[in-house]
């Protein structure tokens, strides 16, 4: 791929890496997605997503979920949480083009975050109709 901008571009710098490399690299992107980039008015999203994880699949092992129903609650947690991963690479890319006030570029965040919110309420839409019946049949003598 030829970059128009840069005469002089790298020689695939950022495809050209071994297995062990390509993993290093994105258990570092997972890394920088969980604990944030530390950049200013830096807000992680992560601060929700674990505490919430954590909830609701101890929920599913206390009213007993079959692991099918598990492996889907599993399912839509990661689904949340690589949305908000593109949602912050988008973010961080953007912080790295301009610092100017740009319509395109809120616009393609602002779509990026709508993408998260659907995927979050679709998740949470999977989790009350898999934990609902069974945490209200717990709660009704």
Same mark, same amino acid.
């Given at each position: 791929?030829?970059?128009? @901008? !840069? ?5 695939? =710098?950022? #495809?050209?890496?071994?297995? =062990?490399?390509?993993?290093? &690299? ?11 980039? $530390? ?7 992560? &601060?929700? $997503?674990?505490?919430?994880?954590? =909830? ?11 692991? #099918? ?7 839509? =947690? ?7 991963? @593109?949602?912050? #690479? ?6 790295? &083009?301009? !610092?100017?006030?740009?319509? !395109? ?7 990026? #975050? ?15 109709? &898999? ?11």
């Amino acid at each position: 791929m030829t970059n128009n @901008f !840069d005469p002089n571009p790298p020689s695939d =710098i950022y #495809s050209n890496r071994s297995w =062990i490399g390509k993993f290093r &690299i994105s258990f570092r992107g997972l890394w920088l997605g969980v604990v944030g980039t $530390h950049s200013p008015k830096s807000i992680n999203s992560f &601060i929700v $997503h674990v505490p919430m994880a954590i =909830i609701v699949l101890s929920a599913g092992v206390w009213v007993g979920l079959a692991p #099918s129903s598990m492996a889907l609650l599993f399912l839509c =947690i990661g689904a949340v949480m690589a949305a908000e991963l @593109f949602n912050s #690479s988008l973010e961080s890319l953007a912080k790295a &083009i301009t !610092d100017q006030p740009n319509r !395109d570029i809120a616009n393609a965040l602002d779509i990026a #975050s709508g993408a998260v919110l659907l995927v979050s309420l679709m998740a949470s839409l999977v989790g009350v109709v &898999i934990l609902g019946l069974p945490i209200l049949q717990l709660w009704t003598p």
